[in-house]
T-cell receptor
Framework: DQQVKQNSPSLSVQEGRISILNCDYT??????FLWYKKYPAEGPTFLIS?????DKNEDGRFTVFLNKSAKHLSLHIVPSQPGDSAVYFC??????????FGQGTELSVKP | GAGVSQSPSNKVTEKGKDVELRCDPI?????LYWYRQSLGQGLEFLIY????????KSGLPSDRFSAERTGGSVSTLTIQRTQQEDSAVYLC?????????????FGPGTRLLVL
């Protein structure tokens, strides 16, 4: 039972355009959501997070949107840069502190 | 400051052998987590430690897997009688404390290959 789903395994975007990565979850008890970025042969790097009391959090080029009624969150990267090419993981944290990860979306930003 | 470190970075072993993987969390972080990523899969929770509390072992896939954390700092994940399906990247993460809204920071991982 996949509680956190990233339905797009890959995404290709032109440099300078917006990248939108999507994530859906099933458990309404999740109250904190995170995005991690992972390069090959490295561990995931924390990117941005959002708590359930907010619907938007912005950090530079990265913005995360949370739609609790739809159990959906998205990560927007604008403008996209070639260095953003990586695998992006969405994760949900329950009150016990355990992270449940999606399968990841591989973003490719083409010059 | 120093991040989470893991050793070894790569490990190749024969089926049936035991392996030990080590994690050094960020100094001051009381919560420590182990995850694994199998080929083509997302990250799968294994176990976590918070201070002196009993660890949450709910994610361990079998009794061949065990972990300990000595002195509230360094942790060792042990896999006994390794099987080929244990091949994966084993990732350690730490956070300031257990609980909601605490960001977990990951180490580089140990890539385990069981032949």
């Amino acid at each position: 039972d996949q509680q956190v789903k990233q339905n797009s395994p890959s995404l290709s975007v032109q440099e300078g355009r917006i990248s939108i990565l999507n994530c859906d979850y099933t458990n309404s008890m999740f109250d904190y959501f995170l995005w991690y970025k992972k390069y090959p042969a490295e561990g995931p790097t924390f990117l941005i997070s959002i708590s359930s009391i907010k619907d938007k959090n912005e950090d530079g080029r990265f913005t995360v949107f949370l739609n609790k009624s739809a159990k959906h969150l998205s990560l927007h990267i604008v403008p996209s840069q070639p260095g953003d090419s990586a695998v992006y993981f969405c994760a949900a944290e329950n009150q016990g502190g355990k992270l449940i990860f999606g399968q990841g979306t591989e973003l490719s930003v083409k010059p | 400051g120093a991040g989470v470190s893991q050793s070894p970075s790569n490990k190749v072993t024969e089926k049936g052998k035991d392996v030990e993987l080590r994690c050094d969390p960020i100094s001051g972080h009381t919560a420590l987590y182990w995850y694994r990523q199998s080929l083509g899969q997302g990250l799968e929770f294994l176990i976590y430690f918070q201070g002196n509390s009993a660890p949450d072992k709910s994610g361990l896939p079998s009794d061949r897997f065990s972990a300990e954390r000595t002195g509230g700092s360094v942790s060792t994940l042990t896999i006994q009688r390794t099987q080929q399906e244990d091949s994966a990247v084993y990732l350690c993460a730490s956070s300031f404390q257990r609980g909601a809204w605490e960001t977990q920071y990951f180490g580089p991982g140990t890539r385990l290959l069981v032949l």
